[in-house]
């Protein structure tokens, strides 16, 4: 590859030009004049940066004001200087001279090592400082738009430049044609972006125009909302900023712009947070038509997925998109490469998500880190529901605070006090009665399935449209489904009929089976939706449900906070979450999904109580929001602080105490945050994981291990001591050990029938008995625990650990997840969750052996594994199961239906994509092109940057 790649035949003669020097072509153009900054834009199409300035991490882009743009280096002022010396060489880009050059000019030709890596000897020489400065640069164009207007008569005609093959391919790969290498050159270094505005004509809010009119195509918002532009502005301005706006307030529209923002203007990568998995890859799916369509990488950072240290690209930038824990490993991997800068602003979504428990603590520490670093990214606080926002705005040192303007759809919230339906009015502060609804009897008599809340009046009222059923657990849930499909009386028209047909026949196709509960309901237009069920199960419903095939979905308090699922009506059939009271922040998200924008004109809400829950109804509808607290401890800030020691953030007892101020606990209780820390260390020092070396603090080897793998550091002993057992009895028939190895050692949610495990261990052949005693467990044991004697959850944990590991190794043989579900009397979505966890434990585990000398030759096997439990038994779906939000299910259909691969799958047509595949809509076949073609044009990108590696390396 190598020896063709430097056959290609060059462009430019090796020899003396005769050619005119003003009809050379804008090719590499070197001159010892030493250029001002303002001298770089003094032109349309001219730039001047020094050799050295062309690497990207040297670049930055600086808003000027929001209606204008000057894309510069950021290392300005040292360009002067660097020019004035004779061994600094400085490259410039330049359009055809201007007349009035003099004969001086045309003799500073120097040749620069890029010049003469294309054999070009001949330079085109450097237009001299214009009187006046011309600002306005024609962006680059791309697809059907209109071409850039044809230079003026009185301008010299430039020769064109003629790009090589490979230059043509890279070009297509982009999108955009490059017309000279000019433009290929500048695009390729990061020096500018292919839509970056160049005056108060292409630009708005800090963005192209381009980008409104790409929104108003793909969403239809023609205009935004005042607080919207104030906001943009004001976070324009630099800072970090927090704003707090209702739910369907449009807050995530800003949110983007500021991400746009940073790639397309200020030539900066990006970084957006969300909570879940599931909004993860929602979110990538949104972007990817803005990311096709502005040539910007999108890479999601959720689960298992993500490269570490993320791939250095070469004149393009990214948008990362990650969960709490994906976004803390990204900043210590560019941290450790010391590509920290390369970010330019952090957009954290649900920002009040840092006062939820454990992962509220990571996400405090990974926005503790952005705030130690100099120069660190802007920081972007959205939330819905944040009350004490003046204590989180002083922890992330905020310039701003802005709150968005009243709800655009109106929302009606109501209590039902038994039959009583009493109306909220937030004005008043009061209760208002206006109506009694009565509960709907069964026409089949069944007093178990009995509408003893009036849930089914106040379901069938507003059929057909759609509503949201929130139960207190994933029991409630389905005998809350059963009884709506027993008492509702309502006919659908033909067409949804046949509709629910066609979906429970894909569930069938795809699953295997229909669950029992979903085959009596789903007919009847109601579904179920909770953790119990499959992700390719989840899936359907969610689509049937957003497309009105299904009208209504008894759902647990989770999906408030997940995917975009809005309805006309929210009930909430109980003030208990399981054991625990709702909160005011809960029920505001619940509520929330009630009437959105765009989508619905108005909406409504029940909040369902007993006389006795009056109170309680009372304190959810006109209460305050709780407070955000911070959730920092001594187990949360361990793998913490030893992330920043083996980074190197923190070297000493000062850095340390350094650090704990930039937290929320510091800024919350100052005078106890420090023995937190301390304490932590403590435990680090006495675990073996850090040490103290001449009064530095430092990593030890397994300490190192266990922070390049993000393992807990709690369990990192356990981890090591089944890794030791292996190194001596490793038994790699049928795999069974390795996906025990990789299995998290505390897991939870995972009930045995300890009397099915004995009669299975009967059955079980000689190969899983070997393993089955290499891991230390015996036959004696499952007697004991079958015959009802006792135990301590520590011991049982290594016998569910390979009861699990059996079921998920029959999973990723091809077995069918139903019944491999029935056979272990697992449930389908938990079996599934378990196998999510096993697979980003892998990921770690693969890691951990890598760091450690003495287990490396298993690094290779548990990276092979990681990608086997990932693709679950279907290595032909691979391609397809990389994009974002597929599934099985939906890679199955595809493959089906001849979309085999990515690249077929990226050449379809919307319609007759929509057309080929059941229950896809035109918009979401849209959005899986744009992925497929952004995943290619990814894979092209990795190989160009390749060689132009092996290139440069050659040279």
């Not at 120097?110 to 003469?116: I, N, V």
């Not at 996400?363 to 003046?390: Q, W």
């Not at 007993?610 to 949360?636: A, H, M, P, Y």
């Not at 209780?669 to 020092?685: G, M, R």
């Amino acid at each position: 590859m190598l020896k063709a790649l430097r056959s290609k035949r060059r462009r430019v003669s090796k020899g003396p030009s005769s050619t005119p020097d003003h009809e050379a072509g804008p090719d590499h153009v070197i001159s010892s004049t030493p250029v001002s900054q303002k001298e770089l834009f003094s032109s349309s199409g001219s730039v001047s940066c020094t050799q050295d300035s062309l690497m990207m991490d040297d670049i930055d882009m600086n808003l000027i004001d929001e209606n204008f743009a000057l894309q510069t280096c950021n290392r300005d002022k040292n360009i002067e200087n660097e020019n004035k010396e004779n061994d600094k060489e400085t490259v410039s880009f330049t359009s055809p001279p201007a007349p009035g050059f003099s004969d001086r000019d045309k003799k500073l030709k120097y040749k620069s090592p890029l010049a003469r890596r294309r054999g070009a000897g001949e330079t085109t020489p450097v237009r001299p400082k214009s009187s006046s400065s011309s600002l306005e640069t024609t962006p680059l164009h791309r697809g059907n738009r209109q071409p850039p207007p044809s230079p003026s008569h009185n301008t010299p005609a430039a020769a064109p430049d003629i790009l090589s093959d490979s230059d043509l391919l890279l070009s297509s790969f982009y999108g955009t044609p490059f017309k000279s290498t000019q433009q290929k050159l500048l695009y390729s270094t990061g020096i500018m972006s292919p839509y970056a505005p160049r005056s108060s004509e292409t630009v708005r809010l800090g963005v192209p125009l381009e980008v409104f009119r790409l929104i108003e195509k793909i969403r239809g918002i023609k205009n935004l909302y005042p607080w919207q532009e104030e906001t943009v502005t004001a976070c324009l301005t630099g800072g970090n900023h927090i704003f707090t706006c209702p739910t369907s307030g449009g807050k995530t529209l800003v949110g983007e712009l500021l991400l746009l923002n940073a790639l397309l203007t200020r030539c900066t990568d990006a970084l957006l947070i969300l909570p879940y998995v599931a909004l993860v890859e929602e979110k990538v799916r949104e972007l990817s038509e803005f990311a096709e369509h502005f040539l910007f990488g999108l890479e999601r950072y959720a689960g298992s997925r993500g490269k570490l240290p993320p791939r250095k690209r070469r004149g393009k930038k990214t948008i990362y998109v990650a969960t709490l824990e994906k976004a803390n490993s990204l900043f210590n991997a560019l941290y450790e490469e010391g590509r920290i800068q390369e970010l330019g602003v952090v957009v954290v979504d649900e920002l009040h998500m840092i006062g939820d428990g454990y992962r509220g603590a990571i996400l405090e520490t990974c926005l503790a880190k952005f705030l130690s670093v100099t120069p660190g990214p802007r920081i972007i606080g959205m939330t819905a529901t944040l009350n004490n926002h003046l204590e989180v705005a002083s922890f992330l040192r905020c310039s701003g605070k802005h709150t968005g303007g009243a709800r655009p759809v109106e929302l009606t919230e109501h209590v039902k006090i038994g039959e009583q339906v009493l109306k909220v009015n937030k004005t008043e502060g009061t209760l208002e009665d206006t109506r009694t609804v009565a509960p709907l009897s069964s026409p089949h008599n069944n007093t178990n399935l009995s509408d003893g809340d009036s849930v089914a009046s106040l379901v069938q009222e507003i059929l057909p449209e759609c509503v949201l059923v929130f139960c207190p657990s994933k029991n409630s849930c389905e005998t809350t489904a059963r009884m709506l499909a027993n008492i509702i009386n309502w006919t659908p028209p033909k067409d949804i009929e046949e509709k629910r047909g066609v979906l429970i026949k894909r569930i069938e196709s795809e699953a295997g089976n229909v669950d029992a509960v979903l085959a009596e309901t789903l007919p009847k237009g109601i579904a179920y939706h909770h953790s119990g069920l499959t992700g390719d199960e989840r899936v359907l419903v969610e689509e049937a449900f957003s497309l009105g095939t299904i009208s209504v979905l008894c759902c647990t308090s989770t999906l408030a906070a997940g995917v975009n699922l809005p309805a006309r009506r929210v009930i909430i059939r109980s003030v208990r979450i399981g054991k625990s009271f709702l909160s005011r922040t809960r029920y505001l998200q619940m509520v929330g999904r009630a009437g959105r924008t765009g989508l619905t004109s108005s909406g409504d809400s029940f909040l369902l109580g007993t006389l006795n829950e009056k109170s309680r109804c009372e304190q959810l509808v006109f209460g305050s929001i709780e407070d955000v607290r911070s959730c920092l401890d001594k187990d949360s800030l361990s793998l913490t602080l030893l992330h920043l020691i083996g980074s190197g953030l923190i070297q000493s007892s000062a850095d340390l105490g350094t650090f704990m101020r930039r937290t929320l606990l510091h800024t919350q209780q100052p005078d106890t945050s420090l023995s937190v820390a301390e304490e932590a260390l403590s435990f680090l020092i006495q675990s073996g994981f850090v040490e103290r070396k001449e009064g530095k603090l430092l990593g030890t080897p397994f300490g190192t291990a266990v922070y390049k793998s993000s393992l807990d550091p709690s369990l990192a002993k356990l981890v090591l001591a089944d890794l030791q057992k292996a190194n001596k009895h490793l038994v790699l028939y049928r795999s069974v050990h390795l996906v025990y190895l990789c299995i998290p050692p505390n897991i939870e949610n995972i009930y045995i029938d300890w009397m099915k495990y004995l009669n299975a261990y009967t059955r079980f052949g000689t190969a899983t008995s070997l393993t089955f005693n290499a891991i230390g467990l015996t036959e004696a044991y499952l007697a004991g625990r079958a015959c009802g004697k006792g135990s301590n959850p520590s011991s049982e944990d290594p016998y569910k650990r390979f009861y699990l590991a059996e079921a998920i190794h029959a999973v990723i043989s091809g077995h069918p997840m139903w019944k491999v579900s029935q056979v272990y009397d697992i449930a389908r979505g938990t079996l599934q969750a378990a196998l999510n966890n096993t697979v980003s434990h892998a990921s770690k585990m693969a890691q951990f052996t890598k760091a450690l000398p003495e287990y490396w030759s298993l690094s290779a096997i548990f990276e092979s594994l990681v990608q086997k439990l990932f693709f679950a038994g279907a290595p032909d779906l691979a391609h397809l199961l990389e994009i974002p939000g597929i599934k099985h299910a939906r890679a199955r259909q595809l493959n089906k239906a001849g979309y085999h691969s990515l690249q077929k799958l990226a050449a379809a047509q919307p319609s007759l994509l929509a057309s080929d595949i059941e229950h896809l809509t035109e918009n979401q076949a849209q959005k899986l092109i744009s992925s497929a073609k952004i995943l290619l044009r990814e894979q092209a990108d990795a190989l160009t940057d390749a060689a132009a590696q092996l290139i440069e390396d050659a040279i």
